[in-house]
């Protein structure tokens, strides 16, 4: 019996491709996999790609390659007071101006009870985008979010903590 439809999405500069799939007892089924190249904007290409292939009732997971920036900060203050330290502190913690992003954190401690936030911005250009084309065909989303504040939250509750940076030639990591 095949339960509701997941689709994956990805979006990169040449083309947008995407897996679609349904749960069968417990099991993620792969159904179809699909492609399409790029030849607009990020909200024209995805709105494009989800009527194309007719995915607006499906529960949808996209990521784009976009602009980010990710920084670690050591916290020593009363964990109530994080938001007010990172309002405080922002323009120290992300060099981009402050209207041209928006952001997100999660604060760790690891083994030896040091506490650190995790900071992730994204630009709103590409964002926006995307939230241009998902109303433009009116897909069902329940949250957007951006890399790697997913993977943290899901390491976190499963088996750890483990984040990391990818650079041309390799991947830093960090593990709690």
């Given at each position: 019996?095949?339960?509701?439809e997941y689709t994956g999405i990805s979006i990169n500069e040449d083309e947008i491709v ?159």
């Amino acid at each position: 019996m095949k339960t509701k439809e997941y689709t994956g999405i990805s979006i990169n500069e040449d083309e947008i491709v995407g897996l679609t799939g349904h749960i069968e007892d417990n099991l993620l089924i792969i159904d179809d996999s699909l492609c399409m190249k790029r030849k607009g904007s990020v909200s024209q290409d995805l709105a494009m790609f989800i009527q194309q292939y007719s995915l607006q009732n499906h529960r949808l997971g996209i990521v784009c390659n976009c602009p980010t920036f990710t920084n670690i900060v050591s916290f020593n203050g009363d964990i109530d007071c994080v938001a007010d330290f990172i309002k405080w502190n922002l323009n120290d913690l992300i060099p981009w101006t402050r209207s041209e992003y928006t952001y997100d954190f999660c604060l760790r401690k690891d083994d030896c009870e040091n506490t650190y936030i995790y900071i992730v911005a994204i630009h709103r250009k590409t964002l926006d985008e995307i939230n241009k084309a998902i109303s433009r065909c009116q897909a069902i989303v329940s949250i957007i979010d951006y890399w790697p504040i997913p993977l943290a939250y899901l390491y976190t509750y499963r088996n750890g903590f483990i984040t990391g940076i990818v650079r041309e030639a390799s991947i830093q990591l960090w593990c709690w």
